[in-house]
């Protein structure tokens, strides 16, 4: 089969690549009918996160027909439509039962190594680096998913792939933040990032009650996005985030600050990001972590920030004091998708919202290499890529 295979920095190719088989009765294949590069994919695609090997399948945002099924698969059958969520949970662990899916104990084949980085290790992903478990992923013809019946969700025919493909992650993601943000009625809520993930966060804030939700990104295509889904704007290239945002909250600061950005923060001019820069240049350093910084110094006092942005590593100068002095709340993580998916399918089939706003590219699978480029360098106006294998 056709896949996209990761080299190397920068180096994403699409190779010939034996099909995946059934390694286990409880795993089915499906046949990808669409797929998506996301923000994440960009941190293996420009080396932040350093544990790809040359030979990996790229890809965590999948959905497809199910072509061959394993001999203990309850739920599924041949020509099923199934979305993947990228998180692989077991369904039985400690963390499982708890609907803690991206913290499952026994799906990473490198807990070892990854426990040693982090105290403990996380659930295996999809294409996500073999700290996250080594798995192939969906950007591909064809993919191995691991124990269906308690990952996948079936997607009723009526459905096209472009409305319930994003269940698979951005749009639980975007959703998970806006719960962890502990939002009130009325809440101004701040969004740092406007890309896929962000535009969820703000479309799930209204979502949650908030009352005003002020976007920020420098990328004028996405901040007409977040516009169009009623978030207020601020662009960090010509306005200072911090104090846009004292002014338009009175001096209070915004109640509920999301960071959808992560390690890959852009500034130009703030000495912190110049410093980041410099380290991650050389390799000192392994997060550029200005939008979180940002986030906790404008957050009100007893605000939440709530952080879907992925870290990686050991992100350095983070005002740790402001943040226990003003008595903020943290929630973070890996999204536990399949506590999210079926809700959330409800909710497009009600017609609450159409996640398919958000893309603007769909290519071939072959085009995966150019797309990877295009996404990074936010050239041509995109926003999000979903490839049709
Ligand atoms: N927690 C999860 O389960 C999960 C799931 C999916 C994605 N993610 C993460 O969410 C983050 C966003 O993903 P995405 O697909 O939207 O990626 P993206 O790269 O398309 O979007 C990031 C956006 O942040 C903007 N940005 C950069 N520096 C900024 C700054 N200083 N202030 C404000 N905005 C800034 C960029 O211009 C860009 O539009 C990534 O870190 C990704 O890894 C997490
Ligand atoms: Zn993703
Ligand atoms: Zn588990």
Redesign the pocket.
Known sequence: MKALVWHGKSDIRCDNVPDPKIEDPTDVIIKITSTCI???D??LYNLYLPAMKPGDIMGHESMGEVVEVGGQVRNFKKGDRIVVP??IACGDCWFCKRELY?CCDTTNRNAKEAALLMGHAPAGLYGFSHINGGYSGGQAEYLRVIKPDVNAIKIPDELPDDKVVFLS??FP?GY??AENAGIEPGDTVAV????????FCIRSAWMFGAGRVIA????PE?LRMAEAGKAETIN?DTET?YDKLQEMTKGRGPDRCID????????TGAID?VLDKAKTLVGLGTDRA??LR?AIMCCRKAGTVSI???YVGFPDKIPFGAAMNKGLTFK????H?QKYTRPLLEKIQKGEIDPSFVITHKLKLEDGPGAYKI??D?QDGC??VVLKP
């Not at 740092?192 to 535009?199: A, D, H, K, S, T």
């Not at 920020?216 to 990328?219: A, E, G, L, S, T």
């Not at 959808?260 to 500034?267: D, F, N, P, R």
């Open positions: 996301c923000g994440s960009l941190h990228f998180d991206s992650d951005i993601t998970m933040a740092w990032g406007c890309g896929p993930v962000g535009q920020i990104d420098r990328v996405r960090f985030v959808a950005v992560g390690c890959e923060a852009h500034h990001a200005h939008a940002e879907p942005g992925v973070m993580g890996q999204t998708t996404f990074r936010k926003i999000k």
